[in-house]
């Protein structure tokens, strides 16, 4: 009986001294997990504005007229077209479309 | 003898570990008893250690979310000088990472002190080449530091951040108290190698980090504006330009254009007077845009009508014992080209026919005189005198934009209230705050200030205002496939060496709205001082024509003009 009573307070003061160890291990767990945390959404936050940048529409417009060889459209060149509602029903394969254009674009020139 | 002998040693023996044990008592009573609260917080000392935390401070960004402001981590650097054996050699490897001179270096590490910062706020990479060398006496902490993406776009809306991360100009500094991260002091358990192992007690949370604002402005419309205003200042040699686009319906702000720019993120390389936000903060004499608003008056008070006759006087007229005169010698003209010939004497025949108390009542009612209270630091109220005030001349002077000091932000308003039908709207450049989770804490609506005319008036108002384009000063503002409404202005302004107005200096306007019928974009255009052809039809209406076009076409708007087609493609 009194092996047994020993054996289980052994065991009592093994489970304890486990318990603190591990606390202090999974504190260490936690500091390393908090920090690699830290770091990432460092690097998250640098890259979002490493994209914010990089898509500002000036630097856009820049690439497109300087490396792209593009240029504005000149007043009067762009015009955005409306379908206007029909009485008709359009057949199966008729479909109205809202368009937007630039009038030099078009074959002709002009509509 | 052997027995009392072994007895003796026995007695030695429980005598020392007696003495011993002792010992071991005294010392236990004086380190837990007499010196317990002298020492337990020497062991707090070395097993904890309190920081002061900041969360970061929030994001700004446009109405679609784009990124315009943010806080990033970046690395600060400090030196322990006292601990340092080569100084010198320390500031030979740092200078070239930090940016910074050796000698200024050197002199820095010297010091006879235990801390001292040597670069604040670095790029990350300085950062990580600095890790790399891992410098003994050199320290690295990260600091919270304000990026603007986009560069000077916007930066007299969004203002900036100072060293310390307190909020100093526009945006920035008037929603400073959602803005700012919380900050919070934290208890750290140290082990024996001072390694952080958790925070003491389980409840300890990270600072919040501030709220987000989203603007009502447009990155990509603010984007047109800033490049036609930029080109339009450059090419007229002007002093400088603003140019502010308003939804007419809402009084939400969707651009807010300054020439000349500012980088807010290196807001000392240039003087503090470029960070002046000019479309709220200066005020200036309006000229003939002001005709607009004094026509609403007169046809509201039924004073005149569209096609009521006044008489142009052929160019002169005394009031005053001044004379005024007109660009054109007009006769017999109808009130509605009076405002499209942006007649002087026409106006101001009006004006005195409406009388100063109820000039005085309008100029009140839209919102002239008075902040328009837009979320925004630093606005002025312009200058309205009181009509006890006003000379003999005033009422015919006001009548025609003078005598009275006006911001671009407040014209803007009180023509938005005529594209609208009559409403003066608040103008606001925050829509939404947001918290750390991305949930609206404040929605900001958008607020009616006052009925100024009636919905007849305004569509009266408003069909004059488009023969300004069609056959007046303002065809230069024409957009092709759009009824534009609008007015002109080219206001001289006052000398205050001479007491006169200047014969050489103007500030050249235009303002108005598009679709006239139902208009989408209130804008004004504002270009001091122009060079040459100074003229608001032939510096600002340029500049209206060619941002509205490309916003219309942004935005999806149908023309409304003579060139809509009905298209429809068949299915390939």
């Known amino acids: 009986m009194k092996t047994v009573a020993v054996f289980v307070g052994l065991c009592l003061v093994f489970v304890f001294v486990w318990e603190r160890v591990d606390v202090v291990r999974v504190g260490y767990q936690i500091e390393r997990l908090k920090r690699d945390k830290t770091v990432l959404e460092r690097q998250r936050d640098e890259l979002r504005v490493k994209v914010s940048a990089l898509s500002a529409s000036d630097r856009i417009a820049k690439l497109a007229t300087e490396k792209l060889g593009m240029s504005l459209p000149q007043q009067g060149q762009i015009i955005v077209v409306q379908s206007r509602p029909s009485t008709v029903r359009p057949s199966s394969d008729v479909v109205p479309v809202e368009l937007k254009v630039a009038k030099n674009y078009l074959p002709s020139g002009r509509f | ?572």
């Open chain 2, 1 to 572: 003898m052997a027995g009392s002998f072994s007895r003796g040693r026995r007695y030695v023996l429980l005598l020392l570990l007696l003495c011993g044990f002792g010992v071991v008592l005294f010392r236990l009573v004086t380190l837990q008893v007499l010196q317990a609260a002298e020492l337990s917080v020497k062991a707090d000392r070395q097993h904890q250690k309190t920081v002061s935390l900041e969360g970061a401070r929030g994001t700004i960004v446009d109405r679609h979310g784009k990124i315009l402001a943010m806080n990033v981590e970046v690395p600060s650097v400090f030196g322990v000088p006292n601990t340092l054996d080569s100084p010198l050699k320390l500031a030979r490897q740092l200078s070239p990472i930090l940016h910074v001179k050796t000698d200024e270096l050197e002199r820095k590490l010297r010091q006879d002190r235990s801390f001292v910062w040597l670069a604040r706020k670095l790029d990350p990479e300085q950062g990580r080449r600095l890790d790399r060398l891992s410098l003994d006496g050199i320290g690295v902490v990260m600091e919270g530091r304000r990026f603007y993406p986009k560069g000077p776009l916007l930066a007299h809306v969004l203002g900036f951040s100072g060293m310390d991360g307190e909020g100093l100009e526009g945006v920035e500094h008037r929603y400073e108290s959602y803005l700012r991260g919380e900050k919070r002091t934290m208890v750290l358990q140290l082990d024996a190698l001072r390694r952080t192992v958790f925070p003491k007690g389980m409840t300890e949370r990270s600072p919040t980090s501030g709220h987000s604002l989203t603007l009502t402005i447009d990155e990509v419309i603010q984007y047109i504006a800033e490049r036609e205003l930029e080109d339009a200042v450059s090419r007229a040699q002007a002093k400088s330009g603003t140019m502010i686009v308003l939804d007419p319906k809402t009084g939400a702000v969707l651009a807010m254009a300054v020439s000349p720019r500012f980088d807010p993120n290196t807001v000392s390389a240039f003087s503090p007077d470029r960070w002046r936000n000019r479309a709220l903060t200066d005020a200036y004499e309006p000229g003939s845009t002001m005709k607009a608003m004094m026509a609403a008056a007169a046809i509201e008070e039924r004073v005149v009508r569209p096609n009521t006759m006044v008489f142009g006087e052929h160019g002169h007229m005394t009031v005053a014992n001044t004379v005024i005169h007109d660009h054109e010698r007009l006769g017999w003209v109808s009130f509605a080209q009076v405002i499209q010939k942006s007649s002087n004497i026409g106006a101001a025949k009006t004006g005195m026919a409406l009388g100063e108390q109820r000039l005085y009542r309008y100029l009140q009612a839209f919102g002239f005189g008075q902040r328009t209270e837009i979320d925004l630091p630093g606005e002025g109220a312009g200058l309205v005198r009181t009509p006890k005030d006003w000379g003999r001349r005033s009422v015919a002077s006001i009548s025609m934009g003078q005598e009275i000091g006006v911001t671009p932000l407040q014209m803007v308003s009180a023509v938005a209230a005529i594209a609208n039908g009559g409403v003066l709207m608040k103008p606001y450049v925050v829509s939404e705050i947001r918290d750390t989770d991305g949930h609206i804490l404040r929605q900001i609506p958008p607020q009616v200030r006052r009925r100024v005319i009636s919905q007849e008036t305004a569509r009266s108002v408003t069909k004059i205002l488009e023969g300004v384009i069609t056959d007046g000063t303002g065809t230069k503002a024409a957009i092709r496939g759009f009824r534009v409404a609008g007015k002109t202005g080219t206001a001289q302004k006052f000398d205050p060496r001479t007491g006169t107005y200047s014969a050489s200096r103007f500030v050249a306007s235009f303002t108005g709205y598009v679709p006239a019928d139902n208009p989408q974009l209130a804008m004004i255009v504002v270009i001091d001082e122009p060079r040459g052809d100074a003229w608001g039809g032939a510096v600002a209406a340029p500049v209206f024509s060619r941002v509205g076009e490309q916003v219309l076409s942004y935005l999806g708007v149908p023309s409304n003009g003579p060139v809509t087609v009905a298209m429809a493609l068949r299915k390939s």
